[in-house]
Nanobody
Framework: EVQLVESGGGLVQAGGSLRLSCAAS????????IGWFRQAPGKEREGVSC????????YYADSVKGRFTFSTDNAKNTVYLQMNNLEPEDTAVYFC??????????????????WGQGTQVTVSS
């Protein structure tokens, strides 16, 4: 069974940092396109950072460039999202997603077959 489990969310003050983890079971990340998304209350889910295929370049949304870093640990079959200098606008539920081999546009939610349950990130001002 394919499963993604996010962790690492929490409450942090503006300017603080969090590292989200997404652990996979039932498949290996090095065969998949991977995305991090977030959804704030009343808003659509949006792409934060992603790779379109294994080993390809990493993309970041303009709103997080220079603050967030996507990384992978194939030995642990886990991907991470390091979030620094957090802002209240970053408050959302964060999801990781995966799809086999490659996607055309890794910021599009419809490209992914597999999703985690999400982890809440709350940034206070």
């Amino acid at each position: 069974e394919v499963q993604l489990v996010e962790s690492g969310g929490g409450l942090v003050q503006a300017g603080g940092s969090l590292r989200l983890s997404c652990a996979a079971s039932g498949f290996t990340f090095d065969d998949y396109a991977i995305g991090w998304f977030r959804q704030a209350p009343g808003k659509e889910r949006e792409g934060v950072s992603c790779i379109s295929s294994p080993g390809s370049r990493t993309y970041y949304a303009d709103s997080v460039k220079g603050r967030f870093t996507f990384s992978t640990d194939n030995a642990k079959n886990t991907v991470y999202l390091q979030m620094n200098n957090l802002e209240p606008e970053d408050t959302a539920v964060y999801f990781c997603a995966a799809d086999w081999l490659a996607v055309a546009d890794c910021f599009k939610t419809g490209e992914y077959d597999y999703w985690g349950q999400g982890t809440q990130v709350t940034v206070s001002s």
